[in-house]
């Protein structure tokens, strides 16, 4: 069974700095990779994704993501954090092209000090 | 376009009570999932449907819990009797074939 893993259970960063949370995975074969983030008293929402194609994949509100295959990683980053960008992110992988389940990481609080 | 709606959003019950909650997926969307969130973690699978055929229930304690969805559209999911360890954040999700799930607000369940 695959299982995903995020190290940085919570980050605490200042305004403008530079974000990187990262993902690693263990499922060898082929994924479709996902981060989804929650806003304090909000839903889960989708920030990107991954299929194929490009590994660099950019999402709303200036995120962007890098699949490294080798690595089995698929950390978020993002130049330039705001205050607004204070929620909790969950990295998830799915296996093959269906409908199969995700299965997410345990989720990076991140707090962003004005 | 209307999200994924769930309700109620928040339910507070005692031990061995019965409790049912409820999802109605996003318009054209054919799979809907129910997660279980534990504070801390990541929200895991407890069954997935393709219309109104669950094709994966395996982390479903089915002594207790129990789902349909019987027009392949709105689901419901219950627990028969609620016990302490079950309070947690119910979540349902819904997706168009091999794409993006969309995930509703949640029920938050407290089981005293």
């Known amino acids: 069974a695959q299982s995903v893993s995020q190290h940085n259970h919570h980050v605490i960063l200042s305004e403008a700095a530079s974000l990187e949370l990262g993902c690693n995975y263990s499922?060898?074969?082929?994924?479709?990779l996902f981060w989804y983030v929650q806003y304090p008293g909000q839903h889960l929402q989708l920030l990107l994704k991954?299929?194929?194609?490009?590994?660099l994949v950019k999402g709303i509100k200036g995120f962007e993501a890098e699949f490294i295959k080798s690595k089995f990683s698929f950390n978020l980053r993002k130049p330039s954090v705001q205050w607004s960008d204070t929620a909790e992110y969950f990295c998830?992988?799915?296996?093959?092209?269906?409908?199969?389940?995700?299965?997410f990481g345990t989720g990076t609080r991140l707090t962003i000090i004005p | 376009e209307a999200g994924v709606v769930q309700s109620p959003r928040y339910k507070i019950i005692e031990k061995k009570q019965p409790v049912a909650f409820w999802c109605n997926p996003i318009?054209?969307?054919?799979?809907l999932y129910w997660y279980l969130q534990n504070l801390g973690q990541g929200p895991e699978l407890l069954i997935r449907?393709?219309?109104?055929?669950?094709?994966?229930d395996s982390q479903l304690p089915k002594d207790r819990f129990s789902a349909e969805r019987l027009k392949g559209v709105d689901s419901t999911l219950k627990i028969q009797p609620a016990e302490l360890g079950d309070s947690a954040v119910y979540l349902c999700?819904?997706?168009?074939?091999?794409?993006?799930?969309?995930f509703g607000p949640g029920t938050r369940l407290t089981v005293l």
């Open positions: 999700a819904s997706s168009p074939p091999g794409d993006t799930q969309y």
């Open positions: 499922y060898g074969g082929t994924v479709n």
């Open positions: 991954y299929f194929s194609g490009d590994p």
């Open positions: 998830a992988v799915r296996r093959g092209f269906g409908n199969e389940k995700l299965t």
């Open positions: 318009s054209g969307h054919n799979t």
């Open positions: 449907y393709e219309n109104e055929e669950a094709v994966d």
